[in-house]
């Protein structure tokens, strides 16, 4: 049982998407997580499994060491005379829409043996949750999906549920802070980046369906970066992102000279 405290991220206050369900969940549950998870870290950290492109919930990467990582990708791209096409991606309530089957059985491929594996499937069934709003808690109810936000478990869980993703696609190169990530591609001409952009999204999407994951669309963003002598011969051409059948750009994209800050 779990007591969710809703907190408030950014928009609307009267819509319940513009908040982050953090579980509080008892001290004794804490501690034992705590203990799995610095095993469960350890052997994917020793085996090597984890993706580097996850900066997330890790020893030795932040935010700060993704943002190094792309921007000086992007310099180099630039003193090469390419552009820079990067997607922003958004994710529906990545953490809360995780399927607890699609999990155990990539815990399966990973290594986990049965008894591990039975362990786990405890741990994530059987759960339920009462929300707390201004000392108000609602009745209590069953939690089918997800892992809980707050827990010592639920990051590193999430971790490996979508430690695969770089893998579908092949040609752009992912960067992720957790469900926060990033495509960039390096091109020499517009429509190169279009096409190529457009291409590795239509995987992006068959991975993202075959996780039970969804896009969101309207938080996702698209940026072109290059040069200022490039990106002033860029206005004249147009530049159309598909996503899921929306062609959602070029009316959010936004243009960088060749000054990162």
Request: hydrophobic share 40%.
């Amino acid at each position: 049982m779990a007591r969710v405290t809703p907190i408030f991220k950014k928009g609307k206050r009267n819509d319940p998407n513009n908040y982050r369900p953090i579980s509080v969940i008892s001290a004794v549950a804490k501690i034992f997580e705590k203990l799995i998870f610095e095993q469960l870290y350890n052997y994917f950290s020793s085996n090597s499994l984890l993706t580097h492109c996850q900066s997330g919930f890790r020893s030795l990467h932040s935010t700060l060491t993704a943002l190094l990582e792309a921007t000086s990708n992007w310099s180099v791209n630039i003193d090469n005379g390419l552009f820079n096409g990067v997607i922003f991606i958004d994710l529906k309530k990545a953490f809360d829409t995780i399927d607890h089957q699609i999990l155990l059985r990539t815990l399966r491929i990973y290594g986990m043996d049965q008894l591990s594996l039975e362990w786990f499937q405890s741990y994530l069934t059987g759960r339920s949750q009462k929300c707390n709003v201004r000392g108000c808690l609602s009745s209590s109810a069953s939690v089918t999906r997800g892992v809980p936000q707050g827990s010592n478990l639920g990051p590193l869980l999430f971790l490996v549920y979508i430690n695969d993703l770089p893998n579908c696609l092949s040609a752009a190169v992912p960067r992720m802070f957790a469900d926060d990530t990033n495509i960039s591609y390096a091109a020499n001409t517009i429509a190169e980046l279009e096409n190529v952009i457009n291409s590795e999204l239509k995987k992006l999407k068959s991975w993202l369906e075959a996780n039970n994951l969804s896009l969101n669309i309207a938080k996702t963003e698209f940026m072109i970066i290059g040069s200022r002598q490039r990106m002033h011969a860029y206005t004249n051409e147009n530049i159309n992102i598909d996503l899921d059948g929306h062609i959602a750009f070029p009316p959010k994209i936004r243009l960088h000279s060749n000054r990162i800050t």
